[in-house]
């Protein structure tokens, strides 16, 4: 159990492009689920609180223009980068906290990963 | 605010050899404690929790941790390592809150084993 799916997993875009990326909790439900960002030999940079049926909460100077998170079930979340950039190059990364069920309700399980390299 | 410090970068350690990956913690009350793995180009594994009750935590793979309240650490063991645990270990202190808040995670230490 607890399977969190990130799709996709590589993606290159040409500068200027948008690029969506979604996150699914595959046998769980979850209310919040969260979207973070991770430079080369650094941690987690937590960009945003993604909260179903509701407005993301964006961390300090996280662009929410150009992070639009979306939550439209208890099982998706997807980030679009708009106009991307070479600086939006980076790993990005989702974590799903169930809202539900057996599984513990306050442990984050986390998705693959997506490497955006913006040319 | 809640912070976490894990001082060792970079640790290189024999194939069979005793692992302990220090971390740290700062906040103010008892918090929850978590490590997790990540490997190259993936998301981040849990390997164990602390919330409550007995301090030394048996989690997946083989690995322990200790929560040592008078030191604020939580560091992680495993008494011999295999070539597969190479990787990136991340240390989180989270609030114990009862319900679900943020967790804030450590910079990392990246894992390598020699045969």
């Known amino acids: 159990g607890a399977v969190v799916s990130q799709h996709p997993s590589r993606v290159i875009c040409k500068s200027g492009t948008s690029v969506k990326i979604e996150c699914r909790s595959l046998d769980f439900q979850a209310t919040t689920m969260f979207w973070y960002r991770q430079f080369p030999k650094q941690s987690l940079m937590l960009m945003a609180t993604s909260n179903e049926g509701s407005k993301a909460t964006y961390e300090q100077g996280v662009e929410k223009d150009k992070f639009l998170i979306n939550h439209a079930s208890l099982t998706l979340s997807t980030l679009t980068v708009t106009s991307a950039h070479p600086e939006d190059s980076s790993f990005y990364i989702c974590s799903a906290v169930p809202s539900g069920g057996i599984l513990a309700k306050n442990i984050q399980y986390f998705g693959a990963g997506t490497r955006l390299s913006v040319l | ?115």
């Open chain 2, 1 to 115: 605010a809640q912070s976490v410090t894990q001082p060792d970068i970079h640790i290189t350690v024999s194939e069979g050899a005793s692992l302990e990956l220090r971390c740290n913690y700062s906040y103010g009350a008892t918090p929850y404690l978590f490590w997790y793995v990540q490997s190259p180009g993936q998301g981040l594994q849990l390997l164990l929790k602390y919330f409550s009750g007995d301090t030394l935590v048996q989690g997946i793979k083989g690995f322990e941790a200790e929560f040592k309240r008078s030191q604020s650490s939580f560091n992680l063991r495993k008494p011999s390592v295999h070539w597969s645990d190479a990787a990136e270990y991340f240390c989180a202190v989270g609030p114990n809150s009862g319900g679900y808040q943020k967790v804030t995670f450590g910079i990392g230490t990246k894992l390598q084993v020699i045969p």
